[in-house]
């Protein structure tokens, strides 16, 4: 599986941003997952969607904020970004996970994207 996040940029605080991530291979039997690393920080999970009934599971710091979806027909997920904070500023990255357990750990994800970089200014 081959995955390419696109759909970062620079944001003002309170602002949206769209992030895409295209997969090659099997997409609908994938979990997939989102996570972020800011300067000097570890990679931690934001959301993630179940690929065998598209539960969703969203990082407390994003919830209510950010939205996962995914549509099988483009083989892309999407993570929606709303009422962006400056602390949202991270690259984020795309993953693709075989199983359905353990998604909100980074071990659990078979394949990673290259990062998109997203800032939000103040």
């Known amino acids: 599986v081959q995955l390419q996040a696109s759909g970062g940029g620079l944001a003002q605080a309170g602002g949206s941003l769209r992030l895409s991530c295209a997969a090659s291979?099997?997409?609908?039997?994938?979990?997939m997952g989102w996570f972020r690393q800011g300067a000097g920080k570890e990679r931690e999970f934001v959301a993630a969607?179940?690929?065998?009934?598209?539960?969703?599971y969203y990082a407390d710091s994003v919830k209510g904020r950010f939205t996962i979806s995914r549509d099988n027909a483009k083989n892309t997920v999407y993570l929606q970004m709303n009422s962006l904070k400056p602390e949202d500023t991270a690259v984020y990255y795309c993953?693709?996970?075989?199983?359905?357990?353990?998604?909100?750990?980074?071990?659990?994800?078979?394949?990673w994207g290259q990062g998109t970089l997203v800032t939000v200014s103040s």
């Open positions: 969607v179940r690929w065998s009934d598209d539960n969703t």
């Open positions: 291979g099997r997409f609908s039997r994938y979990s």
């Open positions: 993953a693709a996970s075989r199983t359905v357990g353990r998604l909100r750990e980074s071990v659990a994800y078979d394949y």
